[in-house]
């Protein structure tokens, strides 16, 4: 546990009580990570949106009025018991750190100057066993949980909500950082819950082994957290989603451990793995996760691919992923997104192209790659589009984690920008796509900031796709109000339009009025009788998921 | 649905109420399947046995005692008003022919002369609705319901368990027997959950689709079935298990009805699909399924391979699935079955292999089948493997559904034939193979009745693969107690080396012994509380799954 603990130290935390890099309170990632608005960008805004691209200044977090904890001492001393000294704080930083997660109206709320609500104290257990006792005190003291990993979440799953209790902890799975279990032969693994995405890899890369899983929040997110969320990663095509990888699963909940999974498959009654997955800590505590891997691939290619448009687009990954021929990667931007990378293709180095981008990569053995790379490329081919080499492809990649900053830089400069997600069958894509554009564009425009709205599909499955939006609009007076009410016309447009209400980001507080929509009364009750037998003071995670 | 059901009238059954053929009372499938044991296997069976091979007299079902319906004319007359008098059987043959499923031992319990054990009525709802309204008349009675689809469950699972009730009815869903919602762009089909293999396929191939899921019950199984279950067919390494096909449920349970299932992936919480695929009936009846589907294949090539020993092909099998090179098909037989096989050769017209035998078919496109043909052959040559050629690999295809009808043969020649099946991950796979072959021999053994276990791998993962047993001893006095020692003894052995109770085969009543040892203690509160949610009264499916 040492050793590990100080591979992953952080020089940018140095203070920090347990080593690994946290994300800055009021934005995205580290601050190395930061970067002004390129000058092309800034001439695009002052075009399309009447703004400077003037930077506003940030406060320091040490200014930032916080609301006093509400643990009594014997409550500090209870925890502490359990956790040691060391591994509980009351830090005024620990607690800002984890005060929620990185949606947009979670970064615009931590610019107001009112005192930010943070949970009363931040807990480290070392293990399964003290999570456990941790959500057993919890349980007895009426002290809510929101387990915390690696705090990305953009649906407020992370929100401190009290409930109907007094105080609320994080519970910060950090210390849960090693690998176990091993199993080359079979490609299974055996990982902490608090490994990041980046440490986990560093570990498996040790056994020649890789998970494959990069979601966008890559860098900062946990196995934990991608296991709780449902998390599907940019290599799904090739590697499945989060859930898909799922072997076994050891979890804490405040009634007791449960460990799940015996085999590959298996026909032994519901499968309750997939109660915990998605779970996003209401019922529990994802503490352990046994992953398929598989060998560190031999070789990459890259193709990059132009169509005319997204309906071309579409089918063509289509009659791909049903062939059965899926690249590790396929990706397709429609015509709005694919003209932004154009228009910063100074700024990322890209080939400028029109019409839609698509974007392919094979990873594996270099026959594999070279069978599978032929027939998807026999296939894009007949289906309308045409190879631009590798060179996008690779530009793709190495820029694919730099999103979240850009939102940063985006917002200090007066600008609203926002992604949401969802999924339909391939028949119902472009229906789905139009409603939710219009509902998106529609509530802006009305609010008096029209906005650009550009979308992708990055998850394919033999029966449909996920679609991704990116909305760019002005910031009205109030941008939190503003967004509010595209996203609630965007979830109403999801639901009308027959798509899920999120295919990756999870539900949090933010997803959770459209989950009746989703599973209906009775699999409400269905979810409400689980969290019962588990949770039976209901102290997870109050005020997530569940209605 | 007048159309539908007269499509699939059967003439081997003109007398039945509801059009379709079910099987015979005391053994598999159809009078036209039940064939004389061949003068080979005779032969052998003298030989390792001491058994003549001659076939005892069966009775006829007319001649059959069984215990009177319990239930009260007030009862017959609120269920018929739910489903009309026509659809309300108290008939003795339709009683007797849902008296149970398919198991070695349900099949030896009915050769006994004491009376049988049977529902008290037979049930055949039209649609949803009456499915529901009886499940909330059962409820309001106290009348236990067992769903009911093809009969083919061989654990249990149809029992005509009561409870703590005074009766029980058979809720036959073959009457729910239509395709609805076709969708060829996103290759999905909502089928009724009575439409049994055969059908399925027949109306899926107006279409131009197919489903791909061949289980050796395919000709009698249902679709709501193969969902409760979660099945897996023989051509699972290309279309994926049937809980994998599974897009949609819809499910009639006494608290209400669900409708599960708005995307082809989602991250909106828990799926709770995957609670009523695998719920045997104990949570409510699943009504219509929407599945993924396929083009009937454009080409399909045969491969058979030989392999010098089981651990050599269970490797390549295995270098050829992580790869991400999988056939559609993809079996491999022991040395004993292979043995089994050869000897059998005059029977089934196949050339003699010694070692091994692999089965691979690879379906789809031409260009998808010589791409992946080529690949997977590479693979299984570098990895010792010999290829045979076609032949073997179409014998296998021809005589696959023939397994059940030698068995009922078996057994009438005073021989015990019975399957089980289990999976584990590639690391485990020989030591659990070892263990279980030893408690199956060492118990037959002791109880003076040496016996031949086969094994073969049909069902492959990236991280492991199914075992599946077919054990042949001779029947002792009690036969019945002799494979209950000596399933108890497997299933023991199973449990301590890590497998799984069951791949495919399902819980029942029969491996609801294991069941805490499947999911834990927390694991089982977490079912009940679930069926407690949707089951309020307890009537479904009694004695079933949860333990």
Redesign the interface.
């Known amino acids: 546990m040492v050793d590990t603990r100080a591979a992953s130290t952080s020089t940018e935390n140095p203070g920090e009580p347990h080593a690994r890099a946290s994300m800055v309170w009021d934005a995205w990632g580290s601050p190395s990570g930061h970067k002004p608005l390129p000058e092309q960008i800034r001439g695009l805004l002052a075009q399309a949106f009447g703004v400077s691209g003037e930077s506003a200044t940030r406060r320091d977090e040490g200014d930032v009025p916080l609301r006093a904890s509400a643990l009594s001492p014997e409550q500090q001393a209870g925890l502490g018991a359990v956790v040691g000294a060391d591994n509980i704080s009351l830090d005024h930083r620990d607690r800002l750190r984890h005060a929620g997660g990185k949606s947009t109206p979670d970064l615009l709320r931590r610019r107001e100057t009112a005192p930010q609500d943070a949970p009363d104290a931040v807990l480290f257990p070392a293990d399964h066993d003290e999570v456990l006792a941790l959500l057993e005190y919890c349980g007895a003291s009426g002290i809510a949980v929101v387990p915390f990993g690696g705090g990305t979440s953009v649906v407020g799953g992370l929100d401190p909500a009290r409930g109907v209790f007094a105080a609320v902890i994080a519970l910060d799975l950090r210390r849960l950082d090693s690998i176990t279990e091993v199993?080359p032969?079979?490609?299974?693994v055996t990982l902490g819950a608090g490994l990041t995405g980046p440490r986990a890899e560093e570990l498996l890369a040790e056994h020649g082994l890789s998970l494959g899983h990069y979601p966008q929040s890559f860098e900062y997110a946990t196995i934990g957290g991608f296991a709780a969320?449902?998390?599907?990663g940019q290599a799904s095509a090739?590697y499945g989603?989060f859930?898909d990888m799922i072997?076994r699963l050891r979890i804490a909940?405040p009634?007791?451990?449960?460990?799940?999974g015996?085999?590959?498959?298996?026909?032994?009654?519901?499968?309750?793995?997939?109660?915990?997955?998605?779970?996003?800590g209401t019922?529990g505590i994802i503490t352990a996760v046994t992953l398929?891997v598989?060998p560190v691939p031999e070789t990459t290619a890259y193709q990059a691919w132009s169509f005319p448009d997204f309906a071309t687009g579409a089918n063509a990954l289509?009659t791909v992923i049903?062939?059965?021929?899926a690249p590790t990667v396929m990706r397709l931007s429609d015509e709005a997104e694919t003209g932004l990378n154009l228009a910063r293709a100074g700024d990322i180095g890209g080939a400028p192209v029109g019409g839609c981008l698509a974007v392919t990569t094979f990873e594996?053995?270099a026959?594999?790659v070279a069978?599978?790379g032929?027939?998807a490329a026999?296939l894009l081919t007949a289906a309308g589009g045409t190879a631009l080499g590798e060179n996008p492809a690779r530009e793709w990649e190495h820029g694919r984690f730099a999103a979240p900053y850009l939102r940063d830089a985006l917002l200090d400069a007066g600008i609203l920008c926002e992604t949401l997600e969802?999924?339909?069958?391939?028949?119902?894509l472009a229906n789905l796509k139009a409603k939710v554009t219009a509902a998106l564009t529609d509530s802006l425009t009305a609010q008096g900031t029209p906005a650009l709205v550009m979308c992708h599909i990055s998850?394919t499955?033999?029966?449909?796709?996920?679609l991704y939006f990116t909305i760019v609009a002005k910031q009205a007076q109030d941008p939190i109000a503003q967004w509010a009410k595209a996203k609630h016309a965007a979830g109403d447009a999801i639901v009308a339009a027959?798509?899920?209400?999120?295919?990756?980001?999870?539900?949090g507080a933010d997803?959770r009025p459209w989950?009746t929509d989703?599973?209906?009364?009775?699999?409400v009750?269905?979810?409400?009788?689980?969290k019962?037998?588990?949770d039976p003071a209901g102290i997870m995670n109050p005020g997530k998921?569940?209605p």
Chains 1, 2 share one sequence.
Do not use: C, K
């Open positions: 199993d032969i079979s490609g299974t969320t449902r998390s599907s090739g989603r859930d072997q909940t009634a007791g451990s449960l460990d799940l015996r085999a590959p498959a298996s026909a032994a009654g519901p499968d309750l793995r997939e109660l915990f997955s998605g779970s996003e019922l398929r598989h289509r049903q062939a059965g021929a594996g053995t026959a594999h069978h599978r032929t027939e026999e969802t999924a339909t069958a391939w028949s119902n998850h499955y033999p029966t449909g796709a996920s027959g798509g899920t209400i999120t295919h990756h980001h999870a539900v997803h989950m989703e599973i209906g009364d009775l699999g009750q269905v979810l409400r009788a689980v019962n037998a588990v998921l569940i």
